[in-house]
């Protein structure tokens, strides 16, 4: 198979990561935590320092937030707010356990001098749902995320918005289930949408690489991509090769005790741009 040239000029990307310090399993909102499964908190940090290491190496820059003891998903920063254009919508959080998460966030993005701050009304867990596709915003909902936030959405951002159905508990957040590679390009896994949002997929996107059952298993699709470098977890080994067979350059990490929490790599990132 011929590999495509990507001609995507990659530019230096800004994310947002907040250290788990403080991180545990002491609850489960989702299929992959268990409480009473311990969790080496010492290689939570190591493997967290480890992504921002890399992220580092491929040029882009990495600002931290501080944790707060008692929010041990604190670390999950996709789910901190969403970012479009310097422009900021809070995030309302489904359960109790992480909802003081998102005043942490919004004071994080107040103290920066953010000028454009919005407090949304309904319930939406930041870029853990909310996907930036370059000409649209992608909206996935059915988990944990108010389909009617789409109102929210393109009040602030003036972009469309494509709302996705995620069926699959164990794909709770969009970005368990989806990646967006470049603006014409996305991977995900087909079984985690209804058949609607599979179409409306199929029509915004030009080419759409589906991973498999194991690759999607391990959330080797909650990867960051920026354009051309695909940062992804080591275990979606069918994922890596399709990637590379795509064009793209996949850079690999292992977040094994974030797994735990049910997280990954794009979890532990929220891009300002
Ligand atoms: N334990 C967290 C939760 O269930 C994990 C969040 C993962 N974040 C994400 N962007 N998918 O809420």
């Known amino acids: 198979m011929a590999v495509t040239a990507r001609r995507e000029c990659t530019h230096a990307r800004t994310y947002l990561m907040c250290p788990p310090e403080y991180f545990a399993v002491e609850y489960a909102i989702n299929p992959w935590m268990n409480p009473d499964q311990p969790v080496d908190v010492q290689l939570a940090l190591t493997q967290w320092r ?28 996709a789910n901190g707010a969403t970012v479009i254009d310097g422009k900021v919508l809070s995030a309302q959080f489904t359960y109790p356990e992480r909802q003081p998460e998102s005043a942490a966030y919004l004071a994080w993005f107040r103290q ?9 009304a309904v319930t939406n ?15 996935g909902h059915g988990f944990r ?31 368990t289930a989806l990646v967006v590679l470049d603006d014409d390009t996305a991977a995900y896994y087909p079984a985690a949408f209804d058949d ?7 029509s915004h996107f ?9 690759d999607a298993e391990v959330l080797g699709l909650n990867a960051i991509s920026d354009g051309h470098n695909v940062v992804l977890p080591e275990q979606a080994t069918g994922f890596i090769g399709q990637l590379a067979a795509a064009g793209f350059n996949p850079v690999t990490v292992d977040l094994s ?12 990132t929220l891009e300002l741009r």
């Open 50 to 77: 480890r992504l921002g290491e890399v992220y580092r190496s491929l040029g882009h820059t990495v600002r931290t937030i501080a944790p707060e003891p008692g929010l041990p998903d604190m670390v999950f920063a």
């Open 112 to 120: 920066q001098g953010y000028a454009q701050i919005v407090e949304s």
């Open 125 to 139: 867990e930041g870029e853990g749902d909310l996907v930036f596709a370059g000409r649209a915003i992608l909206a």
């Open 145 to 175: 995320s108010d389909e009617a936030v789409r109102d929210e959405l393109t009040a602030l951002y003036g972009l469309p918005v494509i709302s996705l159905r995620l069926t699959d508990p164990r794909f709770y957040h969009l970005d």
């Open 196 to 202: 609607a949002s599979k179409a409306a997929l199929a």
């Open 206 to 214: 030009t080419e759409l690489v589906e991973v498999k059952d194991e």
């Open 257 to 268: 005790e974030l797994l735990k929490a049910g997280g990954g790599p794009k979890c532990c």
